[in-house]
């Protein structure tokens, strides 16, 4: 079946510093990933849509300059929480959507930022 | 405003008793519902799904059923095996929509005893 490739699992990082997550589409080609955060005992939730080639699209409420997103290629879309602090400490997931109604997920990335 | 909603945060059962888990959903012009497992620190896995042309679909111990007209939908687990221990997420997507974007439900913690 498809397969989302998300790395890494888990990172550990210095407030301030920048971090960047990776979802690899490996058998099947995705024009679309959308970004998903978790907080714990909480629902995932839409943070962006980024389609290949365009512009991502970000849902309301969630700063574009501090959430990177690039879809360069079909098989690869990034994540970059740039200059992070300890409240962007969450759980985010990428999804791909696959064939007719398919939803792939990524594995997911627990973020710490101390 | 929580377009997808699960009302029980969470929910035990006897192992081999059947476990039922409730949805319900605002928008009307959600036509598909798909039924997540999570386990901590990975990403989601599909389990079953259903159109809103149908009321009902099976797939071995898992079974979901719809009424549109309450926009209620329901997961049974018979029997419910301590492996179907996690969180349960519904979600809900406009399949005519151009994004196709998912929206969630805040999850349901099942655990089943032995």
């Known amino acids: 079946g498809a397969v989302v490739s998300q790395h890494p699992s888990r990172v550990i990082c210095k407030s301030g510093t920048s971090v960047k997550i990776e979802c690899r589409s490996l058998?099947?080609?995705?024009?679309?990933m959308f970004w998903y955060r978790q907080f714990p005992k909480q629902s995932l939730m839409l943070m962006a849509t980024s389609n290949e080639g365009s512009k991502a699209t970000y849902e309301q409420g969630v700063e574009k300059d501090k959430f990177l997103i690039n879809h360069a290629s079909l098989t690869l879309s990034t994540l970059t929480v740039t200059s992070a602090h300890p409240e962007d400490s969450s759980f985010y997931i990428c999804?791909?959507?696959?064939?007719?109604?398919?939803?792939?997920f990524g594995s997911g990335t627990r973020l710490t930022v101390v | 405003d929580q377009q997808v909603k699960q009302n029980s945060p969470s929910l035990s059962v006897q192992e081999g008793r059947i476990s039922i888990l409730n949805c319900d959903y605002t928008n009307s012009m959600f036509d598909y519902f798909l039924w997540y497992k999570k386990y901590p620190a990975e990403g989601p896995t599909f389990l079953i799904s259903i159109s809103s042309i149908k009321d009902k679909n099976e797939d071995g111990r898992f079974t979901v059923f719809l009424n549109k007209s309450a926009k209620h939908l329901s997961l049974h687990i018979v029997p419910s095996q301590p492996g179907d221990s996690a969180v349960y997420f519904c979600a809900a997507v406009i399949s005519s929509g151009s994004a196709r974007q998912l929206t969630f439900g805040s999850g349901t913690q099942l655990t089943v005893l032995p």
């Open positions: 999804s791909a959507p696959d064939l007719i109604y398919g939803y792939t």
């Open positions: 058998d099947f080609q995705a024009t679309t």
